[in-house]
């Protein structure tokens, strides 16, 4: 076997801190059966750390496990709570760096919500790459503006020439060869000093400081702390306008144009501080998972109902890490386009919010305590008053 070495800055051998083996390999690929959801193929995860530069990756990720297409359905913009973020976010760039009147490329556009929010709020052209973009399912203000390009960014590096904006918004933590990755974003802007690149990314340290084992799953290879998201930027060449935690922090924004300026942001910690949160997190996950185990045994031998809102990804990696089958009964989405399907690995069955008035579950386990909110006010709306339990929030 090859030696892993750190796909941000090329040092060898990141230390193997946490391993979870026979993940699904996707977790928001839609499965129209239990049967082949609970056949869905599997992998390794051992997240490794670089004490060089701090990057966290999947030691044993296998790139060829993937498949990533128009049954990819990654979209967030069925939450209100996510829409209002990405709308501030994409208005925030429009105004603070004039983009009006401009060519936006976003590489992994997914189903082009954000892009389409840029082109209208700046009157923009759009050039949209996703191998899971779907143009039907643009909105008809943006479609004619857009150039949809169904295919993976590596294969149309050259259209970066064409563009003054590139966005990339959770697509980076996909990519296991990052550093050669920012490099072809670099080499694609050339020595264009006013295009503006922005990329997000979750926040490692959230994770770590959380035990959140429901943040790490097959698809997420890459894992990037301010600290580290920055040192990788740098060293491609690039210069950081901002760097910054949003989203309850859970995400990273970093805005950066070529260059070698720029200041260090607070919040960027050294890979020694790091690797300090990284131990804690060795010592401490497992002891969250019994936790969590014991809590639904419980649940289980007093009869209670429990269902899971939130059929993405942290629902998936939450029951299949701590290996949970009849404890939950079922998963809640309010993306339509994900009901009636079935959860990878565990094979629950995702049902609408509508469904509960009839089911009454016990027990509410809400995957993002960001969506707390929009969830209470739900089941308000149907008559429901179950108990709800966050995750990665005290109890
Ligand atoms: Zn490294």
Redesign the pocket.
Known sequence: MVEPY?Y????PN?RAFYTVDAVPVHSVLLMPSRDEALRYPRGRLELGF?S????IQNNAFDPSLHEYSTRYEETQGFSPTFTRFAEELARGLVERYGIRGKTVLEIGCGKGEFLSLLVELGDNRGIGIDPSLIPERLPASARERILSVQDFYENHVDLTREADAVICRHTLEHIQPVQDFIQLVREGIGNRRDVLVCFEVPDVARVLEENAFWDVYYEHCSYFSLGSLGRLFREAGFELLELYRDYGDQYLILVGRVGTNGERFSGEESPKRLERMVAVFETRVQEAMDVWRERFAAWRAAGKRVVLWGGGSKGVAFLTTLGLGEEVGYVVDINPYKQGMYMPGSGHEVVSPAFLEAYRPDVVIVMNPIYTEEIQAELARLGLEPELVRVGVPA
């Open positions: 750190c941000a800055c090329g040092a990141p670089c060089n530069c701090g990057f």
